[in-house]
């Protein structure tokens, strides 16, 4: 086989895997490298993966120490998610380390991070990056003496049964979670100075973070309603984060079951492990809370074609469609509280875009009495939703020479002095001419 033919193979091989990466028309056909610490979890975690595969995700499984594994080939990157089951690991095999998972990050993709009491500093230093904090005492779990939760699946007061969801449709769907969570694992806090972090899943006000098997001297420094179990990033490239502190809340033997919260007679046959954690995968993969927009229109009231410029006081209208991605399709997105900035510097306009209910939004106002360079701009960031950023420069221009009225109405007082002015000289005159 000679060489040229190995070259256009190579070739065909990488287009077909680049291909079928992620595509903004189809933002649910995407390929997910999966990092594992052992091939075992593949099976213990197999619910999990398979809620992914039927929904139509490729996944690549490998192990993390896998010396052939990398994110990019030729610059151009092979997946467009990644998850990390590696708690335990040190090192990533290949080409990837925490500055390439970062900047994986970085260049729009999603990730999901599972940690335990074993997680690694390598795992720790990525979460940080993300803007979390795990506890720093490397043997501490998540404790809770009166809402641990008494469950089929043997354990003590580190396994808690946690119901302190996020109230959000976007991120866990709009059917509500009516089991607790199972969790046994590590706490983290958020960096009170990141705002695209939020805390999706809290422990109650009675926890707090120790070593189990160790006697309490001081008192911890995560407590209560401040220990985050799992918390999401969403990033200004609109890339998604999924950071837990368990790997065995994603795992069968959690999702199948039963729980009991402690205090309470009220007995789940199932916990909210798998409807809470495939409904939060949905979003972390653009399958809800994902906008585009399209059609963006403005033209002068009564008109259809856009003009290169305006004139200041012209009347006009703005319209742009804006759509979400349901998993499937794109369906209209509706809401109020879309906002439209003539913006020159700072805003001369604000106002609230109308819709029809099927994606059209639209308003209509008067340029304003300054001229200069002008930007239409829509900047809507909504809690779970991709943020939208548009914006269109338009020149505006005041009146020529000739485009004026001809009497302004403002200007009537001066009118009226010039000609009594001229009556009056006209007066005086006769009279000093005719007048002995």
């Given amino acids: 086989m000679?060489?040229?033919?190995?070259?256009?193979?190579?070739?065909?091989?990488?287009?077909?895997?680049?291909?079928?990466?992620?595509?903004?028309?189809?933002?649910?056909?995407?390929?997910?490298?999966?990092?594992?610490?052992?091939?075992?979890?593949?099976?213990?975690?197999?619910?999990?993966?398979?809620s992914l595969q039927t929904r139509g995700y490729d996944l690549d499984f490998k192990l993390s120490d896998d010396s052939k594994i990398g994110l990019q080939r030729y610059g151009q990157y092979l997946y467009d998610g990644l998850i990390l089951f590696a708690p335990k690991a040190e090192r990533f095999g290949g080409s990837i380390n925490a500055a390439a998972i970062l900047e994986f990050v970085d260049s729009g993709h999603d990730l999901i991070i599972a940690a335990d009491a074993s997680a690694s500093d390598l795992i720790r230093e990525i979460a940080t990056e993300c803007g979390v904090?795990?506890?720093?005492?490397?043997?501490?779990?998540?404790?809770?003496?009166?809402?641990?939760?008494?469950?089929?699946?043997?354990?003590?007061?580190?396994?808690?049964?946690?119901?302190?969801?996020?109230?959000?449709?976007?991120?866990?769907?709009?059917?509500?979670?009516?089991?607790?969570v199972l969790f046994e694992g590590i706490g983290h806090s958020l960096h009170p100075s990141n705002n695209m972090v939020l805390k999706v899943l809290s422990a109650s006000s009675s926890a707090y973070s120790a070593n189990p098997k160790a006697k309490l001297s001081t008192v911890p420094t995560l407590t209560g309603s401040a220990i985050s179990l799992v918390s999401v990033v969403q990033a200004r490239n609109n890339a998604r984060v999924l950071i837990s502190g368990s790997l065995s809340m994603f795992g069968n033997r959690f999702f199948q079951s039963g729980v009991e919260k402690s205090g309470s007679s009220i007995k789940h046959a199932k916990s909210g492990n798998e409807q809470f954690l495939i409904e939060l995968s949905k979003w972390v993969f653009h399958e809800r809370g994902h906008l585009k927009a399209v059609n963006v229109r403005h033209h002068k009231a009564g008109g259809a074609d856009e003009p290169s410029m305006y004139r200041i006081t012209d009347e006009l209208e703005y319209s742009v469609e804006i759509y979400e991605w349901s998993g499937t399709s794109w369906e209209p997105y509706v809401a109020d509280d879309v906002q439209l900035q003539f913006y020159m510097m700072s805003p001369y306009v604000l106002k609230a875009l109308s819709t029809n209910g099927k994606g059209l939004y639209s308003t209509s106002?008067?340029?304003?009495?300054?001229?200069?360079?002008?930007?239409?701009?829509?900047?809507?960031?909504?809690?779970?939703?991709?943020?939208?950023?548009?914006?269109?420069?338009?020149?505006?221009?005041?009146?020529?020479?000739?485009?004026?009225?001809?009497?302004?109405?403002?200007?009537?007082?001066?009118?009226?002095?010039?000609?009594?002015?001229?009556?009056?000289?006209?007066?005086?005159?006769?009279?000093?001419?005719?007048?002995?």
């Fill in 133 to 180: 904090d795990f506890d720093e005492d490397p043997a501490s779990m998540v404790i809770d003496h009166t809402s641990y939760a008494v469950s089929d699946t043997k354990g003590g007061h580190q396994l808690i049964a946690s119901d302190h969801f996020i109230h959000s449709d976007v991120l866990l769907g709009n059917k509500e979670i009516e089991a607790p």
């Fill in 365 to 436: 106002f008067k340029v304003p009495d300054v001229y200069g360079v002008f930007q239409f701009k829509i900047e809507y960031q909504r809690l779970g939703y991709t943020s939208l950023s548009l914006s269109k420069q338009i020149p505006v221009r005041p009146f020529r020479h000739n485009e004026y009225e001809r009497f302004i109405p403002a200007a009537f007082p001066y009118y009226g002095g010039t000609f009594s002015m001229m009556a009056g000289f006209f007066v005086f005159s006769t009279v000093y001419l005719y007048s002995k």
């Fill in 2 to 50: 000679t060489k040229a033919l190995w070259i256009s193979i190579a070739a065909i091989q990488f287009l077909a895997i680049f291909c079928i990466s992620f595509s903004p028309e189809s933002p649910t056909d995407r390929r997910i490298l999966v990092l594992l610490d052992d091939f075992a979890i593949k099976s213990s975690h197999s619910i999990y993966f398979n």
